[in-house]
């Protein structure tokens, strides 16, 4: 049995999702850890052009089980309507393919709410949210304030359990920032709609994880966004509510006893971010529009321009020590094809003196970025499946990224298809 992690490495974005959907074809069982519908995975198979907000990226593998662990902010409502869409374009998502956890705290229609609201009270100071409900979801967890799917299970007790909280919310949603309050008959009719249609897909997967284990089965854990999103370890504030890293997937997977043997971290070949916050190699211009239309750079989930810039190596490094990565994917290193010259961010300077260390998140604020120029390639290599037939410029820039970062490139993204990659 060999189990799997794939994270990123820096502010999400990186194409996780196209190296779960590669890699699946070796695993048993794909696991979502942590995180919900606010970022997309975007995947490019024979069924189509998909983007994947909370499904696990391995659905598209008939014989693969997914899972979303009890670490999920689980929406019911955009699960539901992913599945829709999903299965509109031929792919079959059943109870036979899907597992949720019973332990998954769901997230619910006022959770969306709150994160609109506290946006607007922020103002100028927002942190980017997605408007998904993640923050307010995962404040309220903590609290232990949040329903369990498994208590789907149990009418009456949910019944209740709901008017308990509702009674609590609407202090919230009323007092603080003047909205109108929830009434518990459009709870109940939004939990016969959509909790009613999952209910088959929820069980124990705690338990069908331990029997996996049991049966040398491999597993594959899917974490969303990356290692400067961490709660955590990212750039305070503007990171997500969850933590990202390798080490929290056996814990929001189900299965705390899990041993991963192999993190593959997921870098891109250049750097992209969504959201507010420090960015130290941002462009801005017509530069930073050429290489946002080469590469697509708009979010999966929210349509938004990601902002983008060189690759960064002080945060790669970073990310990758974050995440204990083994291996590295490097992405979309054929979008730089356009450029004689290559930028590539190799130190920080802070106070007037150079550093290769992360800053504390504040002293971001400060840093200014040292940039260095390769040279690039000049040609399409999106074709191109072996080490060998690169040219000499490109094999050159992954191999000066890899010996930056301390880790081995092992797989080089060359297009968004399946196949279109390299393994080293």
């Given at each position: 049995m060999?189990?799997?992690?794939?994270?990123?490495?820096?502010?999400?974005d990186?194409?996780k999702?196209?190296?779960?959907d590669?890699?699946?074809e070796?695993?048993?069982?794909v696991?979502?850890f942590?995180?919900?519908?606010?970022?997309?995975?975007?995947?490019?198979?024979?069924?189509g052009?998909?983007?994947?907000h909370?499904?696990?990226?391995?659905?598209?593998?008939?014989?693969?089980?997914?899972i979303?662990g009890?670490g999920?902010?689980?929406?019911?409502?955009n699960?539901?309507?992913?599945i829709q869409?999903?299965?509109?374009q031929?792919?079959?998502?059943?109870?036979?393919?899907l597992?949720i956890?019973?332990?998954?705290s769901?997230?619910?229609?006022?959770?969306?709410?709150?994160?609109?609201?506290?946006?607007?009270?922020?103002?100028?100071?927002?942190?980017?949210s997605?408007?998904?409900?993640?923050?307010?979801?995962?404040?309220?967890?903590?609290?232990?304030k949040?329903?369990?799917?498994?208590?789907?299970?149990?009418?009456?007790?949910?019944?209740?359990?709901l008017?308990d909280?509702?009674?609590?919310?609407?202090?919230?949603l009323?007092k603080?920032?003047?909205?109108?309050?929830?009434?518990?008959?459009?709870?109940?009719a939004?939990?016969?709609?959509?909790?009613?249609?999952?209910?088959?897909?929820?069980?124990?997967?705690?338990?069908?994880?331990r029997?996996?284990q049991?049966?040398g089965?491999?597993?594959l854990?899917?974490?969303?966004?990356?290692s400067?999103?961490?709660?955590?370890?990212?750039?305070?504030p503007?990171?997500?509510?969850?933590?990202?890293?390798?080490?929290?997937?056996?814990i929001?997977?189900?299965?705390?006893?899990?041993?991963?043997?192999t993190?593959v971290?997921?870098?891109?070949?250049?750097?992209?971010?969504?959201?507010?916050?420090?960015?130290?190699?941002?462009?801005?211009?017509?530069?930073?529009?050429?290489?946002?239309?080469?590469?697509g750079?708009?979010g999966?989930?929210?349509?938004?321009?990601?902002?983008?810039?060189p690759?960064?190596?002080?945060?790669?490094?970073?990310?990758?020590?974050?995440?204990?990565?083994?291996?590295?994917?490097?992405?979309?290193?054929?979008?730089?094809s356009?450029?004689?010259?290559?930028?590539?961010?190799?130190?920080?300077e802070?106070?007037?003196?150079?550093?290769?260390?992360?800053?504390f998140?504040?002293?971001?604020?400060?840093?200014?970025p040292?940039i260095?120029?390769?040279?690039?390639?000049?040609?399409?290599i999106?074709?191109?499946?072996?080490?060998e037939?690169?040219?000499?410029?490109?094999?050159?820039?992954?191999e000066?990224?890899e010996?930056?970062?301390?880790?081995h490139?092992?797989y080089?993204?060359?297009g968004?298809?399946?196949?279109?990659?390299?393994?080293?």
């Amino acid at each position: 049995m060999s189990n799997c992690a794939i994270v990123g490495i820096n502010w999400g974005d990186e194409g996780k999702g196209r190296m779960v959907d590669l890699l699946t074809e070796s695993y048993d069982i794909v696991v979502r850890f942590q995180g919900g519908g606010n970022a997309g995975h975007t995947v490019i198979n024979e069924f189509g052009k998909f983007a994947l907000h909370l499904l696990p990226s391995g659905i598209f593998r008939p014989a693969v089980v997914n899972i979303l662990g009890n670490g999920v902010a689980l929406d019911l409502e955009n699960l539901w309507n992913e599945i829709q869409t999903v299965e509109a374009q031929g792919v079959k998502v059943g109870p036979d393919k899907l597992r949720i956890s019973d332990r998954a705290s769901l997230l619910l229609p006022w959770h969306r709410d709150l994160d609109s609201l506290e946006e607007a009270r922020l103002a100028d100071k927002k942190f980017g949210s997605t408007k998904q409900g993640i923050a307010p979801f995962y404040s309220d967890k903590y609290q232990k304030k949040t329903i369990l799917a498994g208590e789907l299970f149990y009418p009456e007790h949910l019944k209740a359990h709901l008017a308990d909280l509702l009674e609590w919310k609407n202090l919230t949603l009323t007092k603080v920032y003047g909205a109108p309050a929830v009434t518990l008959d459009e709870l109940v009719a939004w939990f016969e709609n959509y909790g009613e249609k999952l209910k088959p897909y929820i069980c124990s997967t705690g338990s069908l994880l331990r029997d996996a284990q049991k049966n040398g089965k491999s597993i594959l854990f899917e974490a969303q966004l990356g290692s400067l999103r961490d709660l955590d370890y990212g750039i305070h504030p503007y990171t997500t509510s969850s933590n990202t890293t390798a080490a929290y997937a056996p814990i929001g997977s189900g299965l705390p006893s899990a041993k991963i043997d192999t993190v593959v971290g997921v870098v891109k070949a250049y750097s992209t971010c969504v959201g507010e916050g420090p960015f130290t190699c941002e462009w801005f211009g017509e530069e930073a529009e050429k290489l946002r239309e080469a590469g697509g750079e708009y979010g999966a989930k929210t349509g938004r321009p990601r902002r983008v810039g060189p690759i960064d190596l002080v945060a790669t490094r970073y990310g990758v020590e974050v995440q204990g990565a083994t291996d590295i994917a490097l992405t979309k290193i054929d979008v730089l094809s356009y450029m004689d010259r290559i930028p590539v961010c190799t130190h920080y300077e802070l106070d007037g003196k150079q550093t290769d260390e992360f800053p504390f998140p504040v002293a971001l604020n400060d840093v200014k970025p040292v940039i260095e120029y390769v040279d690039g390639w000049g040609c399409d290599i999106s074709g191109i499946r072996r080490w060998e037939d690169l040219p000499v410029q490109a094999r050159n820039y992954v191999e000066m990224i890899e010996k930056a970062i301390g880790c081995h490139i092992t797989y080089v993204s060359v297009g968004a298809e399946r196949d279109a990659y390299i393994k080293r």
